[in-house]
């Protein structure tokens, strides 16, 4: 088990930044795939950015290079640098790591609470 902590949501204004942090309560260098999903109201939870055990990124399309995922094994912590932001990102952002095994009735998933991002114009 493990426990999953956002922080750094909050108020912003269109064109700012801010970055994410995801606190985990133990090593995260096991988890094969951590990441940031976000839910806004009225609309399914959708993946944003995510990054493997060994480094590889990936990202969503509406991202177009603002937002910059990354991960401190040593901090236990994820990360996640939005600039740029849009109103359109307004959602509840949450924190994601996950295990892969070879059969996948032994995959894990856990997730943080979430941590609100509001953008206005």
């Known amino acids: 088990q493990v426990q999953l902590m956002e922080s750094g949501g909050g108020l912003v204004q269109a064109g700012g930044s801010l970055r994410l942090s995801c606190a985990a309560s133990r090593s995260i260098s096991n988890f094969n795939t951590m990441g940031w999903y976000r839910q806004a109201p009225g609309r399914q939870r959708e993946l944003v950015a995510r990054i493997t055990t060994g480094g590889s990124t990936n990202y969503a399309d509406f991202v177009e290079d603002r937002f910059t995922i990354s991960r401190d094994n040593a901090k236990n912590t994820l990360y996640l640098d939005m600039s740029s932001l849009k109103s359109e990102d307004t959602a509840v952002y949450y924190c994601?790591?996950?295990?892969?095994?070879?059969?996948?009735?032994?995959?894990?998933?856990?997730w943080g609470q979430g941590t609100q991002v509001t953008v206005f114009s």
């Open positions: 994601h790591a996950g295990t892969r095994a070879l059969s996948p009735k032994y995959d894990r998933d856990y």
